[in-house]
């Protein structure tokens, strides 16, 4: 389809010009136009297939102005190259170049219609079609402008997005580091507080006596597990409430989290790549992860040898 209206587009330009040529009396006449013919023939389809704004507002002055001087010499053979320089100006050149090309063909096709002997009531008319043309070309552009800019606007906002959310894991990701050496009920808290703060749902944290009294890697394994838990509610279970308990089962300490009352979202396979590497973590210290969804929610479960 593209194909054919570039095939449409040629043949309408090159008409004019090989009209032009075929009539005039004599071939030395032929051969006298034969450059007038083919200048703007030249310069309106390299403006058309060139991207450079400032090199197309002088083909399309040279379009504009050898399509005027056809006129001149043979009534109507310029002519299309008036019309296809007013529909493709606001898309070539800037907004003030095309602005002053179409004002250069409105004001000249009447004026040199008139030199010609022409009916100016025909005059007039293609002037008007002219202007039409060049009203409706503007507006386009513009839709297409407002377009490209609403796009990349929104790519900007994808961007800052994504930015914020890496901002703020590495700020949770610091956070935790700084208080590695917090006791692991303070710890909690303060992922708990997070959560409610980030999400304005509960989040209830119950810790049963004797449960946090663990060796440093058990603590930490707890502390980032929590944290990866909560994390994963954010991200796939909006609106949903969190209860954490810490308790102690015989001569071992367990994590539970568990959401409810969320938006239900597919978990990732196996509880996302964060809470795998929380259950290798796990297995090193001899403990066990496991996840499994609820109808009402999701659970994370962290057992880790006291």
Same mark, same amino acid.
Request: glycine fraction near 10%; aromatic fraction near 6%.
């Given at each position: 389809?593209?194909?054919?209206?570039?095939?449409?587009?040629?043949?309408?330009?090159?008409?004019?010009?090989?009209?032009? @040529?075929?009539? #005039?009396?004599?071939?030395?006449?032929?051969?006298?136009?034969?450059?007038?013919?083919?200048?703007?023939?030249?310069?309106?389809?390299?403006?058309?297939?060139?991207?450079?704004?400032?090199?197309?507002?002088?083909?399309?002055?040279?379009? $504009?102005?050898?399509?005027?001087?056809?006129?001149?010499?043979?009534?109507?053979?310029? $002519?299309? !190259?008036?019309?296809?320089?007013? !529909?493709?100006?606001?898309? #070539?050149?800037?907004?003030? @170049?095309?602005?002053?090309?179409?004002?250069?063909?409105?004001?000249?096709?009447?004026? @040199?219609?008139?030199?010609?002997?022409?009916?100016?009531?025909?005059?007039?008319?293609?002037?008007?079609?002219?202007?039409?043309?060049?009203? !409706?070309?503007?507006?386009?552009?513009?839709?297409?402008?407002?377009?490209?800019?609403?796009?990349?606007?929104?790519?900007?906002?994808?961007?800052?997005?994504?930015?914020?959310?890496?901002?703020?894991?590495?700020? #949770?990701?610091?956070?935790?580091?700084? /208080?590695?050496?917090?006791?692991?009920?303070?710890?909690?808290?303060?992922?708990?507080?997070? !959560?409610?703060?980030?999400?304005?749902?509960?989040?209830?944290?119950?810790?049963?006596?004797?449960?946090?009294?663990?060796?440093?890697?058990?603590?930490?394994?707890?502390?980032?597990?929590?944290?990866?838990?909560?994390?994963?509610?954010?991200?796939?279970?909006?609106?949903?409430?969190?209860?954490?308990?810490?308790?102690? $089962?015989?001569?071992?300490?367990?994590?539970?989290?568990?959401?409810?009352? /969320?938006?239900?979202?597919?978990?990732?396979?196996?509880?996302?790549?964060?809470? $795998? /590497?929380?259950?290798?973590?796990?297995?090193?210290? /001899?403990?066990?992860?496991?996840?499994?969804?609820?109808?009402?929610?999701?659970?994370?479960?962290?057992?880790?040898?006291?």
């Amino acid at each position: 389809m593209i194909r054919l209206l570039i095939a449409l587009l040629l043949v309408y330009l090159a008409y004019g010009p090989v009209f032009l @040529v075929l009539t #005039r009396p004599t071939a030395a006449a032929a051969l006298l136009v034969l450059p007038l013919a083919a200048a703007p023939l030249a310069a309106c389809v390299w403006a058309l297939a060139g991207r450079s704004t400032r090199r197309n507002a002088w083909l399309l002055l040279t379009t $504009v102005a050898g399509g005027l001087v056809m006129h001149l010499v043979e009534p109507y053979s310029g $002519v299309g !190259f008036c019309f296809v320089t007013a !529909f493709a100006a606001p898309f #070539r050149t800037r907004p003030r @170049v095309a602005m002053a090309l179409t004002t250069l063909i409105i004001v000249g096709m009447p004026g @040199v219609s008139y030199r010609t002997g022409l009916d100016m009531n025909t005059a007039w008319g293609m002037t008007a079609g002219l202007a039409y043309s060049a009203v !409706f070309a503007f507006l386009l552009a513009h839709q297409s402008a407002t377009r490209r800019q609403a796009a990349a606007l929104d790519r900007v906002e994808r961007a800052v997005g994504l930015a914020r959310a890496s901002l703020e894991e590495t700020r #949770r990701a610091l956070d935790m580091l700084r /208080g590695e050496d917090l006791p692991l009920r303070e710890r909690l808290e303060r992922l708990a507080a997070e !959560f409610q703060a980030a999400t304005g749902r509960e989040c209830v944290l119950s810790i049963e006596e004797g449960a946090q009294a663990l060796g440093a890697e058990a603590r930490l394994a707890v502390a980032r597990t929590a944290q990866e838990a909560l994390t994963n509610v954010r991200k796939h279970a909006p609106g949903a409430s969190v209860v954490v308990t810490l308790r102690r $089962v015989d001569r071992s300490s367990e994590l539970e989290v568990r959401d409810h009352g /969320g938006q239900p979202g597919p978990p990732a396979p196996g509880g996302g790549h964060g809470l $795998v /590497g929380m259950r290798e973590r796990a297995a090193l210290i /001899g403990g066990t992860l496991t996840t499994h969804a609820r109808e009402d929610g999701f659970t994370v479960l962290l057992r880790v040898p006291s």
